[in-house]
């Protein structure tokens, strides 16, 4: 779908659902916040008025008494351009919900603490129905009451903040105003099971001139699982939620010093247990006996688990001044990741078959230290501003510095976890099932830096034009130097009508992990296990297929907008736009001795069926619209308010660039499933309609969030997964039982509405359905008791 045809669709779900909104946030806080996308100090009136679409999402009354306990899951149901499903079976992708932007990767959206850039994740995602191939930032690593509001800057932003800011920017204002709150939450599936605890303080507290908030938070989420036990086709698996326990403490605070002086400092820690699924291995009379189960160890078979300890990191320490009349700030930040792997309930099949050789049962340890990963960035900032009222109608110029260091390694596991102990070829696998351990092979300690300096002006022309421009250099010091611009600007028609309009290049850089990761791991195609070794850039595989090194992407993005805001208390946006990405990484399709033979005698030498990389090989083109409105009024005796977020997208694979030596291979190179992954990363449509009604003590909504369709690729070759577009409602009530006291309840996707079913031959993930849309655990209830001290 053309990107001119998409605002006759749009206008008319205006027509169907009358007033709407994809704006969250109280329109008060509008007001009061100093929105991304602008360098000015001055606080910008509405999300109306910005030169680039911005939503601005209060996070005050989701946190006391929303239906969703973390912030992924809050912004899926808020934001239209927004994506975040919870996946399973996707090993380490299951333990860290990635979330994009307007249907992209999760890399090319740049997330942002109070301004400042907020690190990744260690986690490269492999498998899932989304975000193959991808890194990206752990939302959830924050805790919900700790955020003031969310900002989403749905425009490229590279020249302005520099690399991974393609398709857009997402900015997470924390609190630090003074009184103290805690909430206490509990919501499970309507099958269950998925237990989720939720125990949350704030604390707010005067120092001296300045303040400090301080945020604990502890959730517990059970499994989930909905698996047909029935079903000798799908087999003793575990489908549904990880099980998650996240350990929480944020702070955020500013202290005046003298003059114009002001120090500010960001400080957060998270732990996270997780666990979840992997395939199921057979048991007696299986073909998985003896060489990927012990018939003494799981005569019935056993689902192994995927356990991860996750150590995530922050701190940002500041301070503001000013310089003859310039505003500065000079800031230091640090982040880091970690994953760590145990693999429980699982054996090593060569091990046990060793033993049983000997004469022994057929023994094997049951758990194993599979090593892990970790990274780790340190941004360096200095900005400096200035405000001119008589220069040009009212100029904001900017300028500043960044200087990056990233650091990327990987661990191996224990001897156990991957080591090859039959000797005799006695037909047992080599490593823990479920999740084999990172060898010394595998192994790797990188690191690189980037400078940048950007310059940006921002410049009333008149009372009814206001253009913007900005230009970024960056140099890294893996592969060169990349300059990227913006220009922006807005055209007032009288008081209500506002048009807008941005064209600018950007780029993403490779991340580490895409160059340096590494591993030799156990894929199930159609059922079937297959050993696949993920071969790093550089390394014999890759260079043995003609590889170059990898390179930044870049992009193109237009934005064409047009604000409405006829009252204060009603409001729209519609915005087109389009993303050029040419040189995109990608996840390579699956190499094999049959469909690539020169790579037959590595493959053999290494002991796997199938290889796979990352390589620049695709362009890509987005084109979408976006539409949020809002409207509040008097209805009977108390307050209405309507909102509407109505998101349309397409991304299209435009060309495909294979080196010299995969030339002819191109179908392998991006195969229909691979190119169905980038093409279909999210649905096509994405639109959530939403009332809520405050009367007195008493407060009720309802939401209907609609998912269009969606086509994954299927393992057999010409088979499509055709998703048909589903629509669910959630509903809450919240009653102010005291001044201090609120109590909520309510239900999400009450209608129990899952995806279209498939065959789990064909699947991803080897159910009825991957994980897609709003995901596949059905309808769940939960209770909030929030209290103000």
Request: one cysteine or more; aromatic letters at 10%.
């Amino acid at each position: 779908m053309h990107a001119t045809r998409l605002l006759p669709t749009a206008l008319a779900a205006i027509t169907l659902f009358a007033t709407a909104s994809a704006l969250a946030q109280e329109a008060s806080n509008l007001e009061r916040v100093t929105v991304i996308g602008s360098r000015k100090s001055l606080p910008a009136a509405s999300s109306t008025d910005t030169l680039v679409p911005v939503d601005i999402y209060s996070m005050s009354k989701i946190t006391e008494g929303g239906g969703q306990f973390d912030l992924a899951q809050t912004l899926q149901y808020l934001s239209p351009s927004f994506n975040s499903t919870r996946q399973t079976g996707a090993d380490g992708a299951d333990l860290i919900d990635s979330a994009a932007l307007r249907g992209l990767g999760s890399d090319q959206t740049l997330v942002l603490v109070n301004g400042k850039r907020r690190h990744t994740v260690a986690l490269v995602n492999l498998f899932g129905a989304r975000n193959r191939g991808a890194t990206g930032t752990d939302m959830n690593a924050l805790p919900l009451l700790a955020i003031d509001n969310v900002q989403v800057l749905r425009d490229g932003a590279a020249a302005q903040y520099g690399s991974d800011a393609i398709a857009g920017v997402v900015n997470i204002q924390l609190r630090k105003k003074a009184g103290c709150e805690a909430v206490a939450g509990y919501g499970q599936y309507s099958a269950g099971d998925g237990k989720n605890y939720l125990a949350s303080a704030y604390c707010g507290i005067k120092l001296g001139d300045g303040s400090l908030g301080i945020t604990g938070e502890w959730q517990d989420r059970g499994r989930s699982n909905r698996n047909d036990p029935n079903d000798e086709n799908v087999g003793p698996r575990t489908i549904g939620d990880t099980a998650v326990t996240n350990k929480t403490v944020y702070l955020n605070g500013e202290f005046p010093l003298a003059a114009e002086n002001k120090l500010y400092v960001t400080a957060g820690a998270q732990n996270r247990d997780a666990s979840s699924g992997a395939w199921a291995r057979g048991g007696v009379g299986s073909s998985d006996v003896p060489s990927r189960n012990s018939a003494a160890m799981y005569p019935d078979g056993f689902v192994p688990f995927i356990n991860g300890k996750i150590e995530d990191r922050y701190v940002s320490v500041g301070w503001k001044s000013a310089f003859v009349g310039w505003d500065t700030d000079l800031s230091q930040t640090y982040g880091s990741n970690k994953m760590r792997y145990n693999i429980s309930n699982t054996l090593n099949a060569s091990i046990a078959n060793k033993d049983l050789l000997a004469g022994g049962k057929g023994i094997s340890p049951s758990s194993f230290d599979a090593g892990g990963f970790g990274f780790s960035q340190a941004t360096t900032n200095f900005d400096v501003s200035r405000f001119f009222p008589d220069l040009l109608g009212g100029s904001n110029i900017a300028f500043g510095a960044e200087y990056r260091k990233e650091k990327y390694d990987i661990v191996a596991g224990e001897l156990g976890s991957y080591q090859d102990a039959d000797g005799l070829n006695f037909g047992g696998i080599a490593g823990s099932q479920g999740f084999p351990g990172f060898q010394p092979v595998d192994m790797t300690n990188r690191s690189r830096n980037s400078q940048a300096l950007y310059a940006d002006w921002e410049a009333s022309f008149t009372p009814s034009l206001t253009v913007d421009a900005a230009i970024r250099a960056e140099h890294y010091s893996d592969f060169g130097s990349e300059t990227t611009a913006k220009l922006a600007a807005s055209y007032k028609l009288g008081k209500e009508v506002l048009l807008r309009g941005a064209a600018s290049t950007g780029f993403r850089a490779p991340s580490l992990q895409q160059l340096y990761f590494s591993s030799t791991f156990t894929d199930f195609i159609s059922g079937e296990p297959v050993q696949v070794k993920l071969a790093p850039n550089g390394s014999a595989i890759p260079l043995a297929a003609g590889v170059p090194p990898l390179k930044q992407e870049k992009s193109k993005n237009f934005t064409l907008g047009l604000t409405v805001k006829p009252s204060a208390d009603t409001a729209l946006t519609v915005d087109l736009y389009q993303i050029n990405i040419r040189d995109r990484i990608v996840l390579s399709g699956r190499f094999t001795a049959s469909n690539y033979p020169p790579l037959a005698p590595l493959l053999n030498s290494q002991g796997v069926e199938q290889t796979a990389f990352f390589v620049n090989s695709i362009n890509t083109r987005t084109r979408g619209l976006d539409l949020t409105a809002s409207n509040r009024m008097k209805l009977g005796a108390g307050q209405l308010s309507t909102f509407l977020a109505l998101n349309i997208s397409r991304t299209t694979v435009t060309a495909i660039h294979a080196p010299a030596a995969l030339k002819g291979y191109e179908d392998v190179l991006l195969s229909t499933r691979e190119r169905l992954f980038i093409e279909e990363a999210g649905p096509r449509a994405k639109g959530t309609l939403g009332f809520e009604y405050a009367q007195g003590a008493w407060t009720g909504e309802a939401k209907i969030i609609h998912f269009g369709k969606q086509t994954q690729g299927a393992f057999t070759e010409g088979m499509t997964l055709n998703y048909k577009p589903k629509t669910s409602m959630d509903l809450g009530a919240t009653w102010q039982a005291t001044p201090a006291l609120k109590l909520s309840i309510g239900g999400n996707n009450v209608f129990n509405v899952k995806p279209s079913r498939q065959d789990p031959f064909e699947t991803d993930n080897g159910f009825y359905y991957d994980s897609v849309q709003f995901g596949l655990n059905g309808a769940s209830y939960y209770a909030r008791a929030y209290y103000r001290f």
